[in-house]
């Protein structure tokens, strides 16, 4: 194994640790700087990103004892102090998926903004947690007993019920109503997750299949045991001929499925696993 690969082993190993549990609740925050650090091949010093956000932090503490807490206390400290914003103009740009190109660049994907509001919110004491709102990430914070949903790719601006029909309607279209469902809390697992899904769709789409194997193997450090990841990582590595990665994920792929999931992927999984044994002999 190069010193390239075991740098990368190592810290996949410490995204892994970082992941374990039931993945309700993580250090978000280093977590995902974590996988910043995986995404570059030289080491990057993750200090100057931490030091930023706990002074992101320490001024929120300050404007709360000032000021008392109010949800747009958030918006005040990141959006207007800071200058995060969304980056509507190069929205696919990967930086906008990478935690310390985003701290850098003071823009980035709803998702990795509202890793930075969560964290900034939680070390204020305040009960924080992302959304299940369709196809635009937003979170909720509790304060003083009151529930506030807040859209930091907009400046951190808090969302009346008004606001979240407008904005469904606008990835759902005219006729979509909101439900109680589009408000359900998603663990931190699942932040992180779609941090990193943005990289690797990003990734298929440019048919750079190294590149998007490499996010998989990201995302599986994340949650090791999600079937959809494994077979998906069982069809990248076979493109890719490397075929002892492919098969271990198709093994592990049917060893969760145990004959309870589509039996038509099951089949496949399995076709393909028989195949690829063939091939190593």
């Not at 993750?46 to 320490?58: G, Q, T």
């Not at 190109?101 to 709803?110: A, D, K, M, T, Y």
């Not at 809390?185 to 440019?206: F, T």
Request: net charge negative.
């Amino acid at each position: 194994m190069s010193s390239v690969e075991l740098e990368s082993s190592k810290r996949l190993a410490r995204l892994r640790d970082l992941c374990a549990g039931d993945g309700e609740r993580l250090d978000l925050l280093e977590a995902a700087l974590a996988l910043s650090a995986l995404r570059h091949d030289d080491t990057v010093d993750l200090a100057p990103y931490r030091l930023h956000v706990a002074a992101m932090s320490a001024d929120l503490a300050d404007l709360v004892r000032r000021r008392g807490a109010t949800p747009e206390s958030l918006a005040e400290v990141l959006a207007q102090s800071y200058a995060y914003r969304g980056d509507s103009e190069t929205y696919d740009d990967l930086q906008n998926a990478d935690l310390a190109r985003v701290i850098e660049r003071r823009q980035g994907l709803p998702v990795a903004l509202s890793i930075l509001y969560l964290h900034v919110a939680r070390a204020q004491g305040w009960n924080a947690e992302g959304l299940a709102f369709p196809g635009h990430f937003l979170l909720r914070v509790e304060i003083d007993g009151a529930r506030h949903v807040i859209d930091p790719f907009h400046d951190g601006c808090v969302r009346d019920a008004a606001d979240l029909r407008d904005l469904l309607r606008q990835v759902l279209g005219p006729a979509a109503e909101l439900r109680p469902a589009h408000f359900d809390p998603v663990s931190d697992r699942e932040v992180l997750l779609r941090l990193e899904n943005n990289v690797r769709l990003r990734l298929v789409k440019r048919e750079e299949w190294s590149g998007a194997a490499q996010s998989l193997d990201r995302m599986l450090a994340i949650a090791p045991d999600r079937p959809e990841l494994l077979f998906e990582a069982g069809q990248l590595n076979t493109r890719l001929d490397k075929r002892r990665a492919a098969i271990a994920a198709f093994q592990r792929f049917l060893e969760l499925d145990g004959g309870r999931g589509d039996p038509e992927l099951r089949q496949r999984a399995t076709a393909l696993l028989q195949e690829l044994r063939r091939g190593l002999n």
